[in-house]
């Protein structure tokens, strides 16, 4: 119904900078909540930040002031934008979204994760 395609990880340098994308595609009226999740090894998957149709934001504590959430409606695409990125900020990274279809149906996909590598 509703494809997320994730781009932009890789690997980084601590102190570097990455952007993630995720844009959707389907039969999508409306995407009402986009976020982003994180996890890592050994660990429990972890709410990054998320952003709503409103643009609304909220952002885990681990990352405020370092990474930013923005979305693009025209595109159905969302951002994050990693500065300053730290060797813990290290995990898959998935974009998750929830929304409305065409056929009046409400939707709540997830991307495939992208790689996000921190390290000298």
């Known amino acids: 119904q509703v494809q997320l395609v994730e781009s932009g990880g890789g690997l980084v340098q601590p102190g570097g900078s990455l952007r993630l994308s995720c844009a959707a595609s389907?039969?999508?009226?409306?995407?009402?909540?986009m976020g982003w999740y994180r996890r890592a090894p050994g660990k429990q998957r972890e709410l990054v930040a998320t952003?709503?149709?409103?643009?609304?934001?909220s952002y885990a504590d681990s990352v405020k002031g370092r990474f930013t959430i923005a979305r693009d409606n025209a595109k159905n695409t969302v951002y994050l934008q990693m500065n300053s990125l730290k060797p813990e900020d290290a995990a898959v990274y998935y974009c998750?979204?929830?929304?409305?279809?065409?056929?009046?149906?409400?939707?709540?996909?997830w991307g495939q994760g992208t790689q996000v590598t921190v390290s000298s």
């Open positions: 952003i709503t149709s409103g643009g609304s934001t």
């Open positions: 998750d979204e929830h929304g409305v279809l065409r056929t009046s149906a409400t939707f709540h996909s």
């Open positions: 389907g039969s999508i009226f409306s995407i009402n909540v």
